[in-house]
């Protein structure tokens, strides 16, 4: 008896982390991922500017503030949903020195979400260097697109994330 009491609690706790999602938690976070891809579409087309920073820097420049106030809105309007920030950079200069930039530079945009009012455990963020280009080219428009910030919002437990 009590190892099956022992094993229906180990069960519970496996099954908590992933448990599934109700519908009115779907549908909040099917909305914020379309808000989240409206914003990111702004900084495609140029309505926006997109995420920058000082070159070799994880400092923002000023015209990254619009986007990710905008970001910033769609997390506290849906404040139950994570954000996970990723930054890439391009195949200039060391690896580890573009790892290590990467993941300074999503942590910049955390520290700038959290600054507008984000819940700081909401938002994990990675960085991944030069491993996953936009573009395999070597041209300075390729290099100019494999330098970014992206974005996806997800409803998932962090423990069962990544």
Not at 120 to 144: D, M, Q, T
């Amino acid at each position: 008896m009590r190892k099956a009491a022992v094993f229906l609690a180990a069960l519970a706790v496996v099954c908590g982390c992933s448990r599934p999602l109700q519908p009115a938690e779907k549908e909040e976070a099917r909305r914020a991922g379309l808000e989240l891809q409206s914003v990111m579409d702004m900084a495609s087309s140029r309505q926006v500017r997109p995420v920058e920073f000082e070159l070799g820097s994880a400092r923002l420049l000023a015209s990254s503030h619009e986007l990710l106030d905008r970001v910033a809105d769609v997390l506290l309007k849906h404040n139950r949903l994570k954000l996970i920030v990723s930054g890439h950079t391009d195949d200039t200069g060391s690896e580890a020195f573009n790892e290590q930039l990467s993941l300074e530079r999503a942590g910049a945009v955390k520290m700038y979400l959290v600054q507008k009012g984000v819940y700081p455990e909401s938002i994990k963020v990675y960085g991944y260097g030069s491993r996953v280009p936009a573009l395999n080219e070597n041209s300075e428009r390729a290099r100019a697109l494999n330098r970014r910030v992206e974005f996806r919002i997800t409803t998932r437990d962090w423990s069962t994330v990544y």
